[in-house]
């Protein structure tokens, strides 16, 4: 990721309290002891909406983190410990933002750690918008935008990948 994506990624993160629509769905499916690791968590809006409700939730953002925190208790920047697993794995509005290496790296390392993993991403309102936005500048393969570095992103096609939700605003699905 070049320095300009990971400034631009970093700016995507919302600063409000409400969690995401997505994130309420995804909270009235879960068991409340099943610990969820949020990758990509921002300021912590949603880990703290998912804690409020009972949730144990480790949470972590390389870019809007704290390296003094731990992730069990807000945000963290640090990596997550190699040794954790998790029942449930999320990311809320994050694999639009990075690019697809990085992507595939996260999905990754969700896979080994969490045994089913909820990937929210930006809808069609998003691939509507930059197919009309006149931008100036590229950023691989996605663009910046006035909300950010942007990118369409579909679900895969993998066996186990389950789409949940899929409107204007965000696509979801579930992989197990």
């Not at 990596?79 to 954790?84: F, S, Y």
């Not at 930006?122 to 950010?148: H, M, N, P, W």
Request: charged share 25%; hydrophobic share 35%.
């Amino acid at each position: 990721m070049t320095e300009e994506q990971q400034h631009t990624s970093m700016d995507t993160a919302l600063q409000i309290d409400q969690p995401a629509p997505a994130i309420r769905r995804i909270e009235a499916m879960l068991k409340p002891e099943e610990q969820i690791l949020l990758v990509g968590a921002g300021h912590g809006r949603n880990a703290r909406w998912l804690r409020e409700q009972g949730h144990p939730v480790f949470a972590c953002d390389p870019y809007n983190g704290n390296d003094d925190v731990d992730g069990w208790v807000g945000v963290t920047s640090k990596p997550v410990p190699w040794h954790l697993r998790f029942e449930v794995g999320v990311t809320c509005y994050v694999l639009n933002v990075v690019p697809w290496d990085v992507a595939r790296q996260i999905r990754k390392d969700m896979a080994h750690r969490c045994k089913v993993r909820y990937h929210i991403v930006r809808g069609t309102e998003l691939a509507t918008q930059i197919s009309q936005y006149k931008f100036d500048r590229r950023c691989g393969e996605g663009v910046i935008t006035s909300k950010g570095y942007q990118r369409v992103v579909i679900p895969p096609r993998d066996e186990g990948v389950t789409v949940w939700a899929a409107n204007k605003n965000y696509v979801a699905w579930r992989e197990v």
